[in-house]
């Protein structure tokens, strides 16, 4: 009888001992998800001060004027390719096949840093030309979404080879697969977001 017990307690709750919730999935996964429709609204408020303050330049130019879309848009294949790289991560685990899951995770974080590498050169160019964040409502409601999103995929880099570490540490294994799949649920929605920004920032006057 406790043998018949602790099979279907390893059954429904998993080897690692994950509570399940009634949604059917784990409770730090249930947990991310949750944190992820709390960023949506925030990055929905941003974007929306955004639409309002774009075009109050202080009779200067506004960003969209000096708005290298050609650059950009390099930048923004760059991350999307990234996200292309974190299912390989996730896919590799599942295959049991941790070396092939670093590997991919370390892409997946070298992309990332390419990105933020363009953004920052591009808040350079922009400063260089007198636009900084204090110059106008249209410019800082532009540093504070695109600043904003570039911590948010910093963030996301340092988790990326924080699993990394803790891989090499023997703390990340196949039975916990979903560690990764977390990691890469947050990745994921630093793309899309990305994906909704470059189009209402860059792409629309």
């Known amino acids: 009888m406790t043998d018949l017990a602790a099979a279907l307690k390893e059954e429904l709750v998993g080897p690692d001992h994950e509570h399940v919730t009634t949604t059917g999935i784990s409770n730090e996964k249930l ?20 639409l309002l303050y774009k075009v109050r330049a202080a009779g200067g130019q506004t960003p ?24 390989l991560a996730v896919s590799s685990i599942q295959r049991r096949d941790l070396r092939a899951m670093r590997g991919w995770l370390m892409t997946t974080a070298l992309l990332g840093v390419v990105f933020i590498s363009g953004q920052v050169y591009e808040f350079t160019e922009f400063v260089n030309e007198g636009y900084g964040f204090t110059h106008s409502p249209a410019w800082s409601a532009f540093f504070t979404l695109t600043g ?26 196949p039975e916990r697969a979903e ?8 990745w994921h929605f630093v793309d899309v977001v990305w994906v909704v920004i470059f189009s209402v920032v860059y792409l629309i006057k």
Do not use: Q
Request: glycine fraction near 8%; charged fraction near 5%.
């Open 31 to 50: 947990a991310m998800w949750t944190f992820l429709g709390s960023e949506c609204l925030l990055f929905g408020g941003l974007i929306s001060t955004f």
């Open 64 to 87: 969209h004027d000096l708005y290298d879309i050609a650059f950009t848009s390099i930048s923004s294949f760059v991350l999307l390719m990234s996200s292309l790289t974190m299912v």
């Open 148 to 173: 904003f999103h570039g911590v948010h995929v910093t963030i996301g880099i340092v988790m990326l080879l924080s699993v990394v570490v803790l891989s090499l540490r023997g703390h990340i294994t």
């Open 179 to 186: 560690a990764v799949e977390i990691v890469g649920l947050y």
